[in-house]
Every structure is written in C-alpha cells, then in structure tokens.
C-alpha cells in the first residue's frame, strides 16, 4: 500500500464519521464469490451476464452483486440471472467492515469507474483482488477529489487490472495515477444478445409464400400505436404494393382490440392463432400468439420496435431484433433501454422515427433489400461485438482467482 495522504485523510473521516449501514439480508454461497459493483443498469445486465458465464464454467463460483442505493438501484436489483444483487453500503470504514466480514469476497469486479476509496481500499487490505471493467472516462473523472489530489492515485494504484472501454477512457485512467502496463483497451462490456428459439417449419413455410413480397414487423405494439403504424404502412404500400406488415401486440390480450383497428382501416389480414397462412391478398399478418418473436423476427428485415411512441411503456429490448439480423426502427420513448438504442444509432444500425410521416419514410427507405441489409448487419455486429469483451473478462476472472488460490498455503 502506498503512502498517500490524501488516502490517510480519507480514511481517517471515513472512520470518525461513517455509518455501518445494514447488514447484508442474504446468506453467503459456499466455495468462491466475486462481488461485482455495477454502476448502472447496463452494467448491471452485462455484469448479469457475466453471472451466468461463469456459473456454467465453475459452478463453484458464486457473484453478489452491489448497485447504487436509488431507482437505478432499484431496478438493477430486479435483474434476473444468477447473481445476488445487494445495495452498495455506504463508503465508510464501519460498513466496508461489515460488508467484507460477511461476503468475504474472493475478488472485486468493479465496473465503470466512480469509484468509493473506504469500500476498495478496505477489500484491498483484506487481500482481495481489484479489478476494474468497462472504465468509462466520464465516471473515471467523478473519482477526482480536488483537494485531495493524490487520492485517486492510491487507489488506482490498488487495481492488478484496469479495462477500458476506449482509448479516451484510457488516458483517463493513465492520467489520474493508474500504472500503464495495467490499462488494457478492451471495449464495451455488454449484455450478449441470444437468438431466441422458433419453429422452422413455420419459418420455412412463410419465407416460401413472403420470398417476393417485402416484408416489415412492428413489434410490441400498444393500441396507442397502432394507427400509426397502419398510417405507415399505407404510406409504404403505395411504393411497393404487395408490402407485407406483421404486427406483434405487446400484450397478446389486446389482440381483438388492434385486430378490430385493422379492420376498420379496410386492410385484408390473417390472425395467426387461427391457423391461417397468409396468400396473395393478404397485406396485414397479426402474429397475436406468445413466444414466437424468434419466427417474427427472422422473417422481417426491417423491425419497428413499438411501445417507444407514446409515453409510459419506456420501449423495449433492441437487442432481440439485432441478434436475429433486423433493421431497428424506434420512437422516442425508450428510456428504459436508451444507452443500447444509443449504441445502435452510434452504428447507423437503428433510425429514430417520431409519428406516421417519420416512420412511413423509415421503412421506405429500407424496402431495398440491400439497403436493410447493411443496417441489419450493423446491427448484428454490435450486438455481438461484446461477447468478445464479456469472455476476456471471464478469463480474467477465472486466472485471478485460480492464481489467488494457487497462492493459499
């Protein structure tokens, strides 16, 4: 430990004035833990994720994961997956104490960056591994203290790893007193997109009768939406004539409602519960059955994620469609999934549209087939671009405990 008085100080005020916090309200697992802090909830879902990895390498390693205390928080902790999910106790000497004594962490995977001295410098001292995973330069620079200058360094000093989501976050880390030969540039540590199950005979029959026809879904559709989405495919009717729309209500029990919307608008369309297949005529299929989105999916190149138009549905996951080789189309609405839309119009993979005008010229001009196709690839690759980030550091994980472990007489 290096000498530091900036940490000295900290620590000292940590000490005098800080709370113990509650007690942790689950039970430690047997054999090995990695406590993991996600600083959001993004980093909370690919720290999940990371969860699960590792459980399928060595079911003996447990991870207990700490979120921030406020709605994020709340939220994070509400994750499925197999991690125990904890609130972050207070950055005081009394709670870390508690908070180490109970868990007895084999290492620290801490994410992002905004790091909180008393809880890591205490893990250090009780000989826990520190390693740091998606750095971001942003949270980096909400771990300076500018009257404690050195402090910073200290504890960065701590970690034997430190990935950086990029080169800027990088030179942060570089900058605040992290040792170089430490700092790896590894990228986005993301939640891995899976392609979800269908049945390939339906699969096969209806890309045989759609094989001519363009084809568009709109998926997760509130009743608010859904003259919105008619108004759109009318607008792209008119361009291509024999254009299919799939719509896909968010809550199947809708479905009589929105079929009932379709109707009135004059558009000849299939329900698929019924069993039938779409011919020639056919302009609307409404795919109002559960767990098929993998068939969906697959068979439209183009996807307008729906409840994102109107306010209070918060959007839905655009990585389903992105892992199964879709366009993404999304309204404004999706705060609940706003840092992966981000990621994908980043990659001009997604497109943001905002009532019946924006979205008919969206899907217009993506009825090219080759123009849907360099927005659907681009959008595969980002959601498959961090299983490379998420298996480097499983490995990191996996050495670091078995070189921890090598170590105990």
Do not use: K
């Amino acid at each position: 430990m290096s000498r530091s008085l900036g940490l000295a100080a900290y620590l000292a005020l940590a000490r005098r004035g800080g709370q113990a916090g509650a007690a942790p309200d689950s039970l430690r697992p047997a054999g090995r833990v990695v406590w993991a802090h996600a600083v959001d909830v993004g980093r909370a879902r690919a720290l999940a994720g990371l969860a699960r990895q590792l459980a399928q390498h060595r079911p003996d390693i447990s991870m207990v994961m700490t979120v921030p205390a406020d709605g994020t928080g709340a939220e994070g902790r509400a994750l499925r997956g197999p991690a125990i999910r904890q609130t972050l106790p207070p950055d005081t000497i009394p709670a870390a104490e508690v908070f180490l004594a109970h868990w007895r962490p084999d290492l620290c995977l801490w994410s992002g960056g905004d790091l909180r001295p008393a809880l890591l410098i205490c893990a250090a001292r009780e000989g826990v591994p520190l390693c740091l995973v998606d750095a971001e330069e942003a949270l980096l620079e909400r771990s300076r203290w500018p009257w404690l200058r050195d402090l910073p360094r200290a504890v960065l000093a701590e970690f034997t790893e430190i990935h950086a989501r990029d080169e800027a976050a990088a030179r942060q880390a570089r900058r605040m007193g992290a040792d170089p030969t430490r700092v790896h540039v590894t990228g986005v540590l993301q939640e891995e997109a899976l392609a979800l199950p269908y049945r390939e005979d339906d699969h096969e029959t209806l890309a045989q009768l759609m094989r001519t026809r363009p084809v568009w879904l709109a998926a997760m559709v509130q009743p608010d939406e859904i003259d919105t989405v008619l108004g759109a495919h009318r607008d792209a009717s008119r361009a291509a004539h024999r254009c299919v729309l799939v719509v896909v209500p968010d809550d199947p029990g809708q479905s009589a409602g929105i079929a009932e919307r379709i109707a009135e608008r004059g558009w000849r369309y299939i329900a698929w519960s019924e069993g039938t297949l779409p011919d020639e005529t056919t302009q609307v299929i409404l795919a109002d059955t559960s767990g098929e989105m993998g068939l969906w999916y697959r068979l439209a190149p183009i996807c307008f994620m729906g409840s994102s138009l109107v306010s209070g549905y918060h959007g839905r996951d655009p990585d389903e469609p992105a892992a199964h080789g879709s366009a993404i189309l999304y309204g404004p609405n999706v705060a609940r999934y706003l840092h992966r839309y981000s990621r994908y119009a980043e990659a001009g993979a997604a497109r943001i549209v905002r009532d019946t005008d924006t979205l008919a010229a969206a899907v217009q001009a993506l009825l090219p087939p080759d123009r849907a196709a360099i927005m659907a690839h681009a959008a595969w690759e980002v959601a498959f671009r961090g299983a490379e980030v998420t298996d480097r550091a499983v490995e990191m994980v996996l050495d670091t405990l078995d070189r921890r472990a090598a170590a105990v007489p």
